[in-house]
């Protein structure tokens, strides 16, 4: 459970070092003691249900010795037991109890929100693993950002799986929020990790994970979950070759990032969102791209160019990459995380992944093949 500020735990004490300062040299009309009935919720703020009682108690002395010193605005001692100052016992100790069962409250929700936390981090590690930094003469890296603190994971997704065919990659978004979502991003990666490894044609890949999804939202039923879809990407990069095969269904198209340029890889071809290809049943349409040693691709969902400043401009996404075109996997989207957390003023609106894979420049890798 994360500790409350330094400031706010302190704020007891500088609450009562200032009644303190002014109860002297305030007139006896104005009894500035009054305002240690508040203390208890003070403290509340930041301590525990036994902290609260203590000052309580703590609060009904002082109370008491102040409204019983002569000396404090020129007070008699008969002052104690006036029925002001009685009242403000009273009151002190009631505001006290309401205080500990706030205290308590507090607590529990904290203690309750670090468990659904932790739990989530669990999901998210099973969900999204880890892609490996390398695999081959690849370099990976992956990122993952929740614009939700409390459910630090949604419907947004990737992967990378190395296959007898080449590492293949998915990225992707699944319309809607909340639990429906991480349930059909959790069945779409199963599914993907499954048939990457069996089917030699990415289209093919591509056609039973879209069987699968279609299968899942049948089973589900309901008219709101069988309209549910998802957008992805999937790349394809084979060892032996110098190039890299792409089929888009719906998605933010993957950017080419090379010595020399940075370029969206999109001829305008893009198949349906995954469950929605049914309705088109055309085959889907694979592009190729060069991908030489020294290039890097980047994969990313609709969160990252849909990021706003506080004057609603978009996220230049495009402009960031070609000023750091020459960093590798880790370098970018390190500095990608955190120039969209300034960018947005630390208020994600939509959750965010991204996976960058880097060809190094002393790659052995065949020469490219004629780019689509």
Same mark, same amino acid.
Request: aromatic share 6%; charged share 20%; hydrophobic share 45%.
């Given at each position: ?32 003691? &009054? ?29 008491? !010795? ?167 990407? &999937? !790349? ?54 060069? &991908? ?21 401009? &978009? ?58």
């Amino acid at each position: 459970m994360p500790a409350p500020p330094a400031w706010l735990r302190w704020l007891p004490v500088l609450y009562v070092a200032v009644i303190l300062l002014l109860e002297p040299v305030t007139p006896v009309q104005w009894p500035v003691s &009054f305002v240690l009935i508040a203390l208890p919720l003070v403290t509340a703020f930041a301590h525990s249900p036994l902290v609260v009682a203590g000052a309580t108690l703590f609060a009904v002395l002082l109370e008491g !010795v102040l409204a019983g010193t002569p000396c404090c605005a020129g007070r008699p001692v008969g002052y104690l037991w006036e029925r002001h100052y009685v009242a403000a016992y009273i009151c002190t100790a009631l505001v006290g109890v309401l205080g500990t069962i706030l205290a308590g409250h507090r607590t529990h929700r904290e203690r309750t929100l670090a468990d659904v936390r932790f739990v989530a981090d669990i999901a998210q590690r099973v969900l999204l693993r880890p892609v490996p930094h390398r695999i081959g003469d690849l370099l990976l890296e992956s990122l993952y950002l929740s614009a939700a603190a409390e459910a630090r994971i949604g419907g947004d997704l990737y992967e990378a799986v190395p296959t007898a065919y080449g590492v293949r990659l998915l990225i992707g978004d699944v319309r809607g929020k909340g639990l429906l979502a991480v349930e059909t991003a959790a069945a779409l990666l199963g599914a993907f990790r499954e048939a990457a490894h069996d089917e030699p044609a990415l289209p093919a890949l591509v056609d039973r994970v879209e069987t699968s999804m279609t299968r899942r939202a049948a089973q589900l039923g309901g008219h709101e979950v069988g309209e549910r879809f998802v957008t992805a990407v &999937f !790349v394809e990069i084979p060892s032996e070759s110098a190039l890299i095969r792409v089929v888009n269904c719906g998605h933010p198209p993957p950017v080419l990032i090379g010595p020399a340029e940075v370029r969206e890889l999109d001829n305008g071809r893009s198949a349906p969102p995954l469950n929605l290809g049914v309705l088109v049943g055309e085959p889907y349409h694979v592009e190729t791209y060069a &991908f030489r040693p020294g290039d890097q691709l980047l994969l990313y969902t609709d969160g990252i160019t849909e990021t706003r400043d506080p004057d609603g401009a &978009f996220y230049p996404l495009l402009q960031r990459l070609r000023a750091w075109r020459s960093l590798s996997p880790r370098k970018l989207l390190e500095r990608l995380h955190h120039d969209l957390l300034d960018y947005s003023g630390d208020r994600l609106q939509d959750d965010i992944a991204a996976l960058a894979v880097r060809r190094p420049a002393d790659s052995p890798s065949a020469p490219p093949a004629s780019p689509a």
